[in-house]
């Protein structure tokens, strides 16, 4: 029921599609959605994942998690990440992997919500030290798509790499359109 609903809201009222799928038998990967501009991205991500029936998980910084939200988040997949420590996040969160039997880890390389030109690197290298594929996920706002492209296993190669992966991102735009990620060619 909960399905049906999201479906109405998200295709009928919103007008927004979903091209592409997550194959169901991948149960660990990393999921790079780019371009992330607002904070209106939170609720196209929570409507794609109870359109697409599988779960998802994402990571916040800690302050998110507190009252009244904090039990919301994490119901709905979240784990807090303290920022301020000094602890390796690749590590820590590659870790979690291990302790999942499914863990679908959205993140946005972009690391804020700001213009930047490059994405940062910790998504890589925790799927990387995971051993689990990356999944291209585009919000496009111009065109109201969510674009899921197909699973890309990193080859440790991490510029050869990431000229692959920004190209599923060509032409998206962000919900606040001059802070959207333009890939390089």
Not at 8 to 20: N, P, V
Not at 117 to 124: C, I, Q, R, S
Not at 138 to 154: L, Q
């Amino acid at each position: 029921m909960k399905q049906i609903l999201y479906k109405f809201i998200f295709f009928r009222l919103m007008g927004w599609k979903i091209e592409g799928t997550i194959p169901p038998e991948i149960r660990k990967c990393v999921m790079i959605v780019v371009p992330h501009t607002s904070w209106h991205d939170f609720y196209i991500g929570l409507f794609t994942r109870g359109i697409i029936g599988l779960d998802m998980n994402f990571v916040a910084k800690k302050e998110l998690f507190r009252f009244p939200f904090g039990a919301y988040f994490r119901w709905m997949g979240g784990a807090p990440l303290d920022r301020q420590k000094n602890e390796n996040k690749v590590d820590a969160i590659a870790k979690v992997f291990e302790s999942h039997d499914v863990f679908r880890l959205a993140i946005a390389p972009e690391g804020t919500r700001k213009k930047v030109t490059e994405w940062k690197t910790g998504f890589y290298y925790i799927a990387l030290k995971a051993n689990v594929p990356i999944i291209p996920v585009a919000f496009d706002w111009g065109r109201k798509t969510v674009k899921i492209s197909e699973p890309f296993w990193p080859t440790a190669n991490k510029e050869a790499d990431f000229k692959i992966l920004a190209q599923n991102f060509k032409g998206a735009i962000g919900k606040v359109p001059e802070y959207s990620f333009e890939p390089k060619d």
